[in-house]
């Protein structure tokens, strides 16, 4: 199957493509908001915890609401790949794998969510702080290291969404072969790094680090390659809806 395609099977894709290029560009600027670390959840004491959080509020609140708004854009940046696939592999379990891998994804930012920002419903409640109990507060603010490793188990959705797709852009080419060949290798990568944190083993979970960057790029890599495959469609039909001399 050529790069380009034919211009009347194209214009069908072009809606999951245009969805899959936008939600991906717009889920990847979430990789650049600020994530606020507080003191260690081992050793930290109430009053770390209630100046920290005051502290940092605003912090909390805005990362908040970047995961949130992540929920929807992963969910659609994996269900137009899906699209894509079942139209130039029809009956593929792959479009699945992508789909419910993008399910985990959008999991993983909504457990984080919750478990970062559990006082804050308290704040929209009017209640000050300074009045719960330390051992709640330790309690609370401890749901941040239960997501922290909730985080690292998330590669395993990012890994299934990046492999998948990437075994059906090297089948299809629906966007360029190398995205394809990046993703096999990053999901590998991902895999490898989660198995080595769940293991203990810090040699190998240096390659989680591989998985969680390479998921954002290879997020925009394949943003982009949408934009050039639309593009490219839309000017092959121009050609060939184009009206020929008599």
């Given at each position: 199957m050529?790069?380009?395609g034919?211009?009347?099977?194209?214009?069908?894709?072009?809606?999951?493509?245009?969805?899959?290029?936008i939600?991906?560009?717009?889920?990847?600027l979430?990789?650049?908001?600020?994530q606020?670390?507080g003191?260690?959840?081992?050793?930290?004491?109430?009053?770390?915890?209630?100046?920290?959080?005051?502290?940092?509020?605003s912090g909390?609140?805005?990362?908040?609401?970047?995961g949130?708004?992540?929920?929807?854009?992963?969910?659609?940046?994996?269900?137009s790949?899906?699209?894509?696939i079942?139209?130039?592999?029809?009956?593929?379990q792959l479009?699945?794998?992508v789909?419910?891998?993008?399910?985990?994804?959008?999991?993983?930012?909504?457990?984080?969510?919750?478990?970062?920002?559990?006082?804050?419903?308290?704040r929209?409640?009017?209640?000050?702080?300074?009045?719960?109990?330390?051992?709640?507060?330790?309690?609370w603010?401890?749901?941040?290291n239960?997501?922290?490793?909730?985080?690292?188990?998330?590669?395993?959705?990012?890994?299934?969404?990046?492999?998948?797709?990437s075994?059906?852009?090297l089948?299809?080419?629906?966007?360029?072969r190398?995205?394809?060949?990046?993703?096999v290798?990053?999901?590998?990568?991902?895999?490898?790094?989660?198995?080595?944190?769940?293991?203990?083993?810090?040699?190998?979970?240096?390659?989680?680090?591989v998985?969680?960057?390479?998921?954002?790029?290879?997020?925009?890599?394949?943003?982009?390659?949408?934009?050039?495959?639309?593009r490219?469609?839309?000017?092959?039909?121009s050609?060939v809806?184009a009206?020929?001399?008599?």
């Amino acid at each position: 199957m050529s790069e380009t395609g034919n211009a009347p099977h194209d214009a069908t894709l072009r809606a999951p493509l245009l969805a899959a290029a936008i939600s991906g560009f717009v889920y990847f600027l979430g990789a650049f908001v600020p994530q606020v670390d507080g003191p260690d959840v081992e050793t930290a004491t109430a009053g770390q915890i209630r100046t920290f959080l005051a502290v940092h509020d605003s912090g909390i609140r805005i990362g908040a609401a970047a995961g949130a708004v992540a929920i929807p854009l992963v969910l659609v940046f994996t269900t137009s790949l899906a699209r894509l696939i079942r139209a130039r592999i029809p009956g593929s379990q792959l479009a699945d794998i992508v789909v419910g891998g993008g399910i985990l994804v959008a999991v993983w930012h909504w457990v984080v969510i919750a478990g970062t920002s559990t006082t804050l419903v308290q704040r929209l409640d009017r209640y000050d702080l300074a009045r719960v109990d330390d051992a709640t507060l330790r309690g609370w603010y401890g749901l941040s290291n239960f997501t922290h490793l909730f985080a690292d188990l998330g590669m395993c959705g990012m890994a299934i969404v990046m492999a998948a797709a990437s075994i059906a852009i090297l089948r299809a080419r629906f966007v360029a072969r190398w995205l394809g060949w990046l993703g096999v290798v990053l999901a590998v990568g991902g895999a490898l790094g989660t198995i080595g944190v769940m293991t203990a083993v810090r040699p190998l979970s240096y390659a989680w680090f591989v998985g969680i960057f390479g998921w954002w790029l290879w997020i925009l890599a394949v943003a982009v390659g949408c934009m050039v495959r639309l593009r490219r469609s839309r000017r092959a039909s121009s050609v060939v809806t184009a009206p020929q001399p008599a």
